[in-house]
């Protein structure tokens, strides 16, 4: 198949009336339109003249067990910490889960996805009463719909050694039965430091020493989670989840609002990723994690959403907008720093974990495009890109998404699944699921 349009985002450029050509779900020549049809004079081909053709974007950090909490009636007073949010909302919800809870929350996450461009993601995924072959369940909902995904169960003591312990075999098990899987993989999740004693912190890595992959976890996302470690440890977060061996090239450090300049530090040197999630932390009123000094420092920094969203157009331009308000300082955050982060950085991630690269438009790499209908009326160039990127494109101008070589959404419909039958059942589930929450 060959996809076509008016421009063609490449890693170094941005090509006018480009071409890609797609076979068996890579990509396998990039170039001139009139050349790659020339060449392929058989193949089918579909031109968007109207759009930009660009990799599909990735989301660093999600939680689709999260998707039934919308619109969800608290029973209880408002939480005024995040401490509270956790007990009185997420800790309620998630134990309250059911296998068909799971693949539903799954689907319309994926769905969500798919719709706004987002053709993989990272999910780290919660539900102490319904562990065991929870990360197959939410994997297949996710590949039924065409999302790319890297899936982690978060580790936790918060409801007992017992779970903790299934948790662990939980992670282990999934990631050794998808480690030649490119559309499925996995990682180790763990919750937090917040929740998880030392003698956990060892099984874990003890556990995933064979496994060849990294943890997944939110670090320092409240300042609860500062004084726990402290408490326990006498040490700052990172600062203990390095003594432990936690931290590394394949690691995913979530949040990092409350960090110092010594675990700032502490982070570049062991090649952790930083997954920013910014309008989370604006929700939950954690504070603002320290990006612009980070990216300085040479931590390497990947964008999220933490289960607020799957638009991950709208999530930049939160990126965007709460560091200069955070600094009072109109150049901080420049549109390149967000292009180069939500494009390039998440490419990189992802394919820390996929034996081809994902994200990215090149030869060889897996076959994940979307097709923006995105009609400049300023002059577009490399150069100015990101501003337009920032400014002018939106996730409502998708038309066109394909995964894996298959296009799975075209023009406004969900071309693998029956969204509306999906969206009537998932909302009886969460009726029945906010019943059972006390």
């Given at each position: 198949m060959i996809i076509s349009g008016r421009y063609l985002l490449l890693p170094n450029g941005l090509l006018e009336d480009g071409a890609v050509l797609i076979a068996d779900g890579i990509i396998e020549e990039v170039g001139k339109r009139d050349e790659i049809v020339r060449r392929n004079p058989s193949e089918e081909k579909r031109d968007f003249p109207k759009s930009i053709i660009m990799p599909g974007l990735i989301c660093s950090h999600s939680h689709a067990y999260g998707a039934f909490a919308r619109g969800m009636p608290l029973k209880t007073e408002p939480p005024k910490t995040f401490g509270e949010i956790l007990e009185r909302i997420w800790w309620r919800l998630d134990k309250k889960l059911k296998e068909e809870d799971i693949k539903y929350s799954g689907l319309v996450t994926a769905i969500d996805a798919i719709k706004h461009g987002t053709t993989s993601t990272l999910d780290h995924h919660a539900s102490p009463y319904s562990i065991r072959g929870s990360l197959d369940v939410l994997s297949s909902a996710f590949k039924e719909v065409g999302l790319r995904s890297n899936l982690a169960y978060e580790v936790s003591d918060r409801d007992g050694l017992d779970k903790a312990e299934e948790g662990i075999k939980e992670n282990v098990d999934f990631i050794k039965r998808h480690k030649d899987d490119d559309m499925i993989t996995g990682s180790f999740g763990l919750h937090a430091s917040l929740t998880l004693s030392d003698e956990t912190l060892q099984k874990v890595v003890e556990a995933s020493r064979e496994l060849n992959v990294g943890f997944h976890i939110h670090v320092a996302e409240g300042i609860e989670d500062v004084s726990d470690s402290i408490r326990k440890s006498g040490k700052r977060v990172v600062e203990r989840l390095w003594s432990h061996g936690i931290l590394g090239e394949r690691t995913i450090a979530v949040h990092a609002v409350h960090v110092s300049p010594l675990e700032v530090k502490i982070l570049r040197e062991t090649g952790t990723w930083v997954v920013h999630c910014p309008e989370s932390?604006?929700?939950?009123?954690?504070?603002?994690?320290?990006?612009?000094?980070?990216?300085?420092?040479?931590?390497?920094?990947?964008?999220?959403?933490?289960?607020?969203?799957?638009?991950?157009?709208?999530?930049?331009?939160?990126?965007?907008?709460?560091?200069?308000?955070?600094?009072?300082?109109?150049?901080?955050?420049?549109?390149?720093?967000?292009?180069?982060?939500?494009?390039?950085?998440?490419?990189?991630?992802?394919?820390?974990?996929?034996?081809?690269?994902?994200?990215?438009?090149?030869?060889?790499?897996?076959?994940?495009?979307?097709?923006?209908?995105?009609?400049?009326?300023?002059?577009?160039?490399?150069?100015?890109?990101?501003?337009?990127?920032?400014?002018?494109?939106?996730?409502?101008?998708?038309?066109?998404?394909?995964?894996?070589?298959?296009?799975?959404?075209?023009?406004?419909?969900?071309?693998?699944?029956?969204?509306?039958?999906?969206?009537e059942k998932a909302e009886r589930l969460a009726m029945d699921l906010w019943e059972r929450i006390s």
């Open positions: 932390n604006m929700n939950n009123a954690v504070g603002v994690s320290p990006v612009p000094f980070m990216m300085e420092m040479g931590v390497k920094v990947a964008l999220g959403t933490d289960g607020m969203t799957m638009d991950m157009f709208r999530e930049s331009k939160f990126m965007y907008l709460l560091h200069k308000l955070s600094t009072s300082d109109p150049r901080t955050m420049p549109p390149g720093r967000i292009t180069d982060t939500v494009i390039k950085a998440n490419s990189e991630l992802m394919s820390i974990y996929t034996k081809r690269r994902v994200g990215i438009i090149q030869k060889g790499a897996c076959a994940d495009i979307i097709a923006v209908r995105y009609r400049p009326h300023t002059p577009m160039s490399w150069d100015n890109f990101p501003a337009h990127f920032v400014f002018g494109m939106e996730s409502s101008q998708v038309e066109m998404v394909m995964t894996n070589g298959k296009i799975v959404f075209e023009r406004g419909s969900i071309l693998t699944v029956n969204e509306e039958k999906i969206a």
